[in-house]
């Protein structure tokens, strides 16, 4: 293998930088022959210790049968070599990232780079949901937190806002379910606004079964503890951050009425701050809140749907 650095050095700087704080590393190669490769020594053995490195001849060919594809792993990124791996076919399966050594210099950096992306009307580029594909995808997995997003199924905006950032995301067809947990204030939603986690799930499942009808989506819905002052307005995806300004109702009949930034946060390198989100949206999503109602015996369990999200299982099982 021809050193990468000569041809793409920042990519592969970046590459690097992402292996050396995220990656599990395993190498198609026997031990021997991994230490002779010269473009990987640097990282490999700096400081004269091997890093979480694991020589694994013959992993790839594991990849040739879909029922060993690590689908519950939602962090997982794969490197490859070589050239007769399906990768394109390989992430449509499994909604993971799949690259090949040769294609960093096209796919890497819109991934693993920070983004601003400008919403408003005076922005050169009209914002639409669609600009968050490049990012974001692919996935397998999605968490949208967003306090004031409940109000979108109360004003009929559901559909232009949340609905149309999920279809832009998702995919349209994988081999797994895809998980999906909305997160938004359902004890105010009820309260104020006499909508019940139920109905809002069945608009989201309905949603996306009319749009998507060959994809097995997990939907689920929950709600925070109330008074607890939370604003979230971001999404976490496999491998994204997307932190917002304003709640993610950009939308109303078909015009742009927010300004606003859109932050692309990279998981290669704020994967802490993802962490941190997830763990406290794991503990809510695991254990819904419930409103007490006075003219029924028994409470309102804030959360609907499945209770399943791999970014959230991952989270709470290595807590």
Request: glycine content about 6%; aromatic content about 10%.
């Amino acid at each position: 293998m021809a050193d990468p650095l000569d041809d793409e050095p920042e990519v592969w700087q970046s590459v690097f930088r992402f292996l050396q704080r995220n990656a599990r590393l395993v190498v198609d190669v026997d031990q021997e022959t991994l230490q002779r490769r010269p473009p990987l020594q640097g990282f490999l053995f700096q400081t004269g210790q091997v890093r979480h490195v694991e020589a694994r001849p013959g992993v790839t060919q594991t990849f040739t049968d879909p029922a060993n594809l690590p689908v519950d792993d939602p962090y997982t990124l794969f490197l490859f070599e070589n050239q007769e791996i399906p990768v394109e076919d390989l992430r449509e399966q499994t909604g993971l990232l799949f690259l090949r050594y040769d294609d960093l210099g096209q796919n890497w950096l819109r991934l693993f780079q920070h983004h601003n992306i400008d919403v408003g009307p005076e922005a050169n580029n009209r914002f639409q949901w669609a600009h968050l594909q490049q990012h974001g995808c692919p996935l397998n997995a999605l968490v949208v937190a967003d306090k004031y997003a409940y109000s979108q199924f109360t004003d009929d905006t559901f559909e232009e806002n949340l609905g149309a950032l999920l279809l832009a995301l998702l995919p349209e067809q994988i081999s797994d379910p895809v998980h999906i947990t909305l997160i938004t204030d359902l004890w105010t939603a009820y309260e104020q606004k006499s909508i019940s986690p139920n109905e809002i799930y069945d608009r989201i499942e309905h949603h996306l079964h009319t749009a998507r009808p060959q994809l097995d989506a997990k939907v689920t819905v929950s709600g925070y503890e109330h008074g607890t002052g939370h604003k979230d307005r971001f999404i976490i995806t496999n491998y994204a951050l997307f932190s917002s300004n304003d709640s993610f109702a950009f939308f109303r009949n078909g015009t742009l009425n927010k300004e606003t930034f859109l932050h692309h946060l990279p998981l290669s390198v704020n994967g802490s701050k993802a962490q941190r989100r997830l763990e406290r949206l794991a503990a809510i999503s695991s254990d819904p809140p419930q409103y007490p109602r006075a003219d029924r015996d028994q409470p309102l369990l804030l959360g609907s749907g499945f209770g399943i999200n791999r970014l959230l299982d991952t989270v709470a099982s290595s807590s």
